[in-house]
C-alpha cells in the first residue's frame, strides 16, 4: 500500500510565474489537508478538503492561493504569482474516511518550493 | 487549543534513554496528546497518542501524570536514526477530522 504520494519534489519558480504542487492520498483515504512550512518553522495548516469539497480554507492565504480535490486524480495546491515569501516545504496528508478514535495523519514526503 | 511547550533541543548518545518533557497547562477534558517525529526532508509520522496515566507501543511510551498538564515521550535505548523533530501536540479527537497545529518542536540529536 503505497503511502502519501507528491510531486514534484522540488520546484523552482521565478516570481510571478504559477506553482502547482499534487498530492494522492494514500489508498482508501478521502481527507486530504495541506500544510506550509517555513524555515525552522513548524507546520502550519493550510486547507482541508474531501472529494470535490473544500471543508476548511482558514489557513489558506486569501490571495493567490485555491485548493482543490477533484473527484478523480490528485488534490492540486495551486499558487499563483509566487512571490519569495512562498518559499517553503509544502506537505499534503491523508488519513481514512473514518478516523476512529484516533485521528492520525499519514504525511507525505514534502514538495519544496523555491521561488527566485 | 491548548498551547503546548518543549525544549528547543537536546542531545544524547547512543544506547540512551531520552525523555522529553511537553508542558500544556491549559489542556481541555476532551483533548488528547499526540507526538510525532520528523526526519530532515521528510513529512511528520505519528509515533504516540494518549489521553491520561501511560501508553506504551513498539517505537515509545508516553507517560501522562493524573492532572494532564504535561506529558513526557520516552525513547529507550535511541540510535543515530533518532535523530529527528519531535513534536507535541494537543487537542480534541473526533470521529472525522481535526487539523494539526505544531508547534516549532523539540529537535533530538544523537551522537555516536
Known amino acids: 500500500n503505497a503511502g502519501v504520494m507528491q510531486n514534484p519534489r522540488h520546484l523552482v519558480r521565478r516570481r510571478g510565474q504559477e506553482a502547482r504542487l499534487r498530492c494522492s492520498p494514500m489508498?482508501?483515504?478521502?481527507?486530504v489537508y495541506w500544510y506550509r512550512q517555513l524555515p525552522e518553522e513548524g507546520l502550519k495548516f493550510m486547507v482541508y478538503?474531501?472529494?470535490?469539497?473544500?471543508?476548511?480554507e482558514s489557513g489558506m492565504p486569501k490571495e493567490r492561493f485555491s485548493a482543490e480535490f477533484p473527484k478523480e486524480g490528485p488534490s492540486i495546491l495551486r499558487i499563483q504569482q509566487v512571490v519569495r515569501g512562498d518559499s517553503a516545504a509544502y506537505f499534503c496528508?491523508?488519513?481514512?474516511?473514518?478516523?476512529?478514535?484516533?485521528?492520525?495523519?499519514?504525511f507525505g514526503p514534502g514538495t519544496r518550493l523555491t521561488v527566485l | 487549543l491548548a498551547k503546548t511547550t518543549q525544549p528547543i533541543s537536546m542531545d544524547s548518545y547512543e544506547g540512551q534513554e531520552v525523555n522529553i518533557t511537553c508542558s500544556h497547562n491549559?489542556?481541555?477534558?476532551?483533548?488528547?496528546i499526540t507526538w510525532y517525529q520528523q526526519f530532515p526532508s521528510q513529512g511528520p509520522r505519528f509515533i504516540i497518542q494518549g489521553y491520561k496515566t501511560k501508553v506504551t507501543n513498539e517505537v515509545a511510551s508516553l507517560f501522562i501524570p493524573a492532572d494532564r498538564k504535561s506529558s513526557t515521550l520516552s525513547l529507550p535505548r535511541v540510535s543515530l536514526s533518532d535523530t529527528a523533530v519531535y513534536y507535541c501536540?494537543?487537542?480534541?479527537?473526533?470521529?472525522?477530522?481535526?487539523?494539526?497545529?505544531f508547534g516549532k518542536g523539540t529537535m533530538l540529536l544523537v551522537s555516536p
Open positions: 489508498k482508501g483515504h478521502s481527507h
Open positions: 491549559n489542556i481541555a477534558t476532551n483533548d488528547y
Open positions: 478538503l474531501q472529494k470535490e469539497n473544500i471543508i476548511d
Open positions: 496528508a491523508s488519513s481514512p474516511i473514518e478516523g476512529g478514535t484516533y485521528n492520525e495523519q499519514f
Open positions: 501536540l494537543v487537542g480534541p479527537v473526533n470521529s472525522g477530522y481535526s487539523t494539526l497545529t
